[in-house]
């Protein structure tokens, strides 16, 4: 007999398809999915709409299967990281940041990355191989799992709750991996996010960032235009060449134009650039005039991300005091800035630790999306 279907990895659209080659109406496909990825249901018994054959079916043909998970720390500030096991020693992360008004969940896309940016660990250690469709999903589908506990009113097998609280509000993709170089699947897994039966999150709440695959940002303008964050590092073709190779492939001037088009389309009226602050590298006044004049016309806001050091990278982050003066310089320039803040110092430990017995070092949890307001 051929392996079960693992469903989480299936949008509305493939399992729509599949319902149909199994002779399914097509209101059972929303009817699963609602299942699945608003009640988290692990198992087709808890299923008590569904026919009693297609249960039957499920069961022996079907699986909701996401990766197992390795290490869960909830940090005193209520950051919380999991990590993940995705086969033949590999391991990704998958941090909740809570807030106020807020709750933000960083994913990751691929194990490893194949654009080796100087400052970044999760480039050093390669590319493995690109996540699926089901391990993207997945880490929403855990966490939404997980924190939803205890948050969402089980209603009865008729009649769901309405409403419930969820507590991932907002997904960023800047975790591990480059998500435009994973495009199918990162597609999918936005899809099954925005999808009204099953995350339904709003476009504007969900962040694909990418260090500039200039043909893909317009796949995604065109296919799913979700909140767009550039990593861009540097202001000149010659700096970020030795930053982010890939820039030799797509030079600024392309990856500006790529900006300004995806803008036609997207949910919000401007592109986040990242910038990760290296000490005399990248963070002169020199610097920031030349970012004020590259970006002069895509409307934009930047985040200034302190570099987090690790040993081989021989890179050091820039002081205070001079992260405060480069994010002054663009926010006289009009520019909104904010300097990423760190949160969960105390899993730190723990994480290093992790690091170690998985070889995992992306330190993911250091370069989250939790902003301070410059201005
Ligand atoms: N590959 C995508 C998304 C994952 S990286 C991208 O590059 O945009 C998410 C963010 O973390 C990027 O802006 C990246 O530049 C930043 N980052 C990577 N390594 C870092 C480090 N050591 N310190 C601080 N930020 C880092
Ligand atoms: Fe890949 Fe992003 Fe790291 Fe660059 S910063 S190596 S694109 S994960």
Known sequence: MSDPVNLLGLDSQALAALCEQWGERP?????????????????FDQ????????????????????????????????????LLDVGAGNAVECVFIPESNRGTLCVSTQAGCAVNCRFC????????RN?????????????????????????????????????VSNVVFMGMGEPLQNYAA????????????????????????????????????????V????????????LRDQLVPLNRKYPLDELMQACRRYLSAAPR?????????????????????ALIALTRDVPCKFNLIPFNPFPESGLKRSPDARIKAFAMRLVDAGIVTTVRKTRGDDIDAAC???????????????RMPVMLEVR
């Open 27 to 43: 209101f059972r496909a929303r009817q699963l999915q609602r299942w699945i990825h608003q009640r988290h249901a692990g198992e």
């Open 47 to 82: 299923m008590s709409d569904l026919a009693k054959s297609f249960r039957a079916r499920l069961q022996q043909q079907a699986e909701i299967r996401a990766p197992a998970i390795i290490s869960d720390h909830t940090s005193s500030d209520g950051t919380r990281k999991w």
């Open 121 to 128: 660990s999760t480039g050093k250690q390669g590319f493995s």
């Open 131 to 167: 996540l699926r469709v089901d391990e993207i999903i997945g880490q929403l589908w855990h966490a939404s799992r997980m924190l939803d506990e205890g948050q969402t009113r089980i209603g009865t097998d008729a009649s769901p709750a309405a409403d419930p609280v969820r507590a």
């Open 186 to 225: 990162t597609l999918s897994a936005l899809h099954l996010m925005l999808d009204d039966n099953a995350y339904g999150l709003s476009r504007r709440r969900v962040t694909v960032s990418t260090s500039g695959v200039v043909p893909m940002i317009d796949r995604l303008r065109e296919d799913c235009p």
């Open 227 to 238: 909140a767009l964050a550039v990593s861009l590092h540097a202001p000149d073709d010659a």
């Open 269 to 289: 009226d401007f592109i986040t650039f990242e910038y990760v602050m290296l000490d005399g590298v990248n963070d002169t006044d020199a610097h920031a005039r």
């Open 352 to 366: 290093g630790q992790l690091a170690g017995e998985v070889q995992d070092r992306t330190r993911l949890r250091e």
